[in-house]
C-alpha cells in the first residue's frame, strides 16, 4: 500500500505536466515547448524510480503490465525528445514559432529550397526514433486486457485498456507505415535529380470512379527544391492531341451518353487508382503533349477550398476566387465561379477553358510559400494530411518503392486486400451534369450472423432536394442540377452470392474484379426526387466471424454519405463515411 501511494503521487505530477504539455503544444512554441518536455522527462524519471520499487512481484500478471507500462512511456518520451532536437532548429519551416526570424526574411523561393535541402538532416533521426516507438509498442503488445474485470464500479476497465492498446499499436504501425514515404521525401521535392509531377484536377460534383471527372492539368517540375510550373490546360485540350482515340470500353458504351470513342478525360474507369492511371497512360501515351512524369497527384475542388479559407481571397486571370457559401448554389464561391467560367454557353471560342484552374493553383502556392512558414504553413499541412486520409489528394509515383509506401499509407487510392468482411459503394455519374453538387447519399447495412452463413441488407438512398438548373444552352443557361445517371458498382468480397437487388433500371450484372465481387446496377435522380437500391447477398464461407470485422473503403473526392452499420441489431457505425473504416 504505501509505495503504491508513492507511486500514485509522483504519477499525478507527471499527469498534471502532460496535460500543460499538451496546452503549449497547441501554441506552436518550440521553446516552451521543449523547456516543459525537459521537465516531464525528469518527472517521470522519478516516477520511474519510484515504480520499480514493486517490479519485484513481476511474476504477478498485474505487476508485470504495469511494468511494461512504465517502460512503454519511458522509450515514447525518448522518442518525443529526439523529435524536438531534430526539428528545433528548422522549427520556423514546419509552422513552430521561434525567436529567430532570418528564414521568414528569405524569398518565396528561397524558403521552400531551405525547407527541403535541409528535411534530410531532421529526418536523419527517423530511425532512432522508429526504434524507441517499437521498443514502446513491444511492451505495450505485451499487455493483456483480457485478464481485467470489465467494470470497477462505474469505470469501464478492460475496454478501455483495450481501447488504449489498440490505438497507440495503430499510431505505432502508422509510424512504421510512412518511414518510407517521409525518408524519401527529399528525393521526392528534387534533391540531387529533378522530378517532374502530373497535377491532376478531378471535379468530384461531376462524379467518376477515382473521384470526379478529370477536367485539368497541369506539369510541375522541383529541382532541389525549387518548383516550377511548365504548364496547365484544359483536359480536352489534352484529348486533341491524339490523333486516333480508340473505341470506348464496354462500361462507356453502356452507360455514357452518346460517347463512342476512348478519352483521357473519361479514363478513371476502374476504382483502384493505379488500375484508372494504367488506363490513363493507355491514352497519354498517344498523346503528342505528353511529358515523362516521375508521378501524378489527383485533387479535387475541396484543395482549392481549403485553401482558400486559409490564404483568403485570391486572384487569378483577374478574377477574385473566395471560400464563402454562395448562393446560387449553396457553395463555396470559387465552385460556382468556376463552372459559371467553364460551363456557361456563350456565342465565342473560350480559350483554355479550363486553365484557369492551374492559374489558381499557381497563385495559391505562392501565397503558401510566401507567407511566414509559422502563420500558416502548420495549418496547411495539417489539412493537406487529411485531405490524403479522406482521399481528396490520391498519389502515384512510377517509383516502385515509393509507390508501395503510398500505398501503405493508404493514400495510393488502393482498393484494399483485407481477411474479413468488405464493402465499397462505387458511384459514377456519366453525363449528369454537375448534379453530385446536390445529391445526398446515405448507406444502411445490416449484417445477420447465424451457425451456418453470413448476410447482408445494404440500402442506399439517394435524394436531390433541389429544383432542375436552366439547361437551356440557348438562353443561356448554367447547367448544374440536372438528371443524374448513375453507374454503380458495390464491391463485397470475393464469393459473395448475390440473393436479391432491387431498384437498377438497366440490367443488374455480377462479376469478379480486383479479387472482389461485384454487383453492378445502374440507377436515375431526378431533381426534387430520389431513388432506392435494396440488395440482399450472402458472404462466403472463408469470411472468418469470430471475431467480425468489416472493411469499409470510402469513394476519393465524397465528403458527406452517411454510413450506418450494424450486426446482429449492435451499431458498429452511425456517422459520416470520412475515411475508409475498420469495424470490429
Known sequence: YLPARKIRAKGEIVLTSAKQLKTIFAQNNIDLLQKKLTEITKQYADFQHEAQGVYWARFIPYVADFKNGVEAGDYMLRAANETIKAVAPYADLIGFKKGE??????SADDRLQTAILTLDKVLGKLDVISEDIRQAELRIDAIDANRYPERIGQAAVRAKIGNVKEQFIGLASLFVDAKPLLKNLPAMFGKGQEKTYLLLFQNIYERRATGGFLTAYAIFRVNNGKMTIERSGDIYALDESIAVHPVAPPQILAYHKGVSSFFIRDSNLSPDFPKSVALFNSLYLKSGARVKYDGIMAIDAKILVDMLKIFGDTEADGIVFSA???KRCDCPQVIYTLFDLVDRP???VKENRKGVLGDLMYQLFYKAIGFSPSKYWGTLAQQMFLNLQEKHILLYFVDPNLEEAAQKMNFAGRIREYPGDYLHVNNVNFAGAKSNLFVSESFISKTTIT????????????RNPYPHSDCNLERGGLCLNATLR?????YVPKGAKLLDFKGSSKPVKTYDDLDKTVFEGYLEVTPLGRAEIDIVYELPAAISIKPYRLLVQKQPGTDTQKLKVTVDGRTLYNGVLDI???LK
Do not use: A, G
Open 101 to 106: 526570424t532570418s528564414f521568414v526574411e528569405r
Open 324 to 326: 464563402k457559401t454562395d
Open 346 to 348: 456563350v456565342d465565342y
Open 451 to 462: 451457425k451456418d452463413k453470413v448476410t447482408r441488407n445494404l440500402k442506399i438512398e439517394y
Open 486 to 490: 448513375n453507374w454503380l458498382r458495390v
Open 580 to 582: 475508409d473504416h475498420e
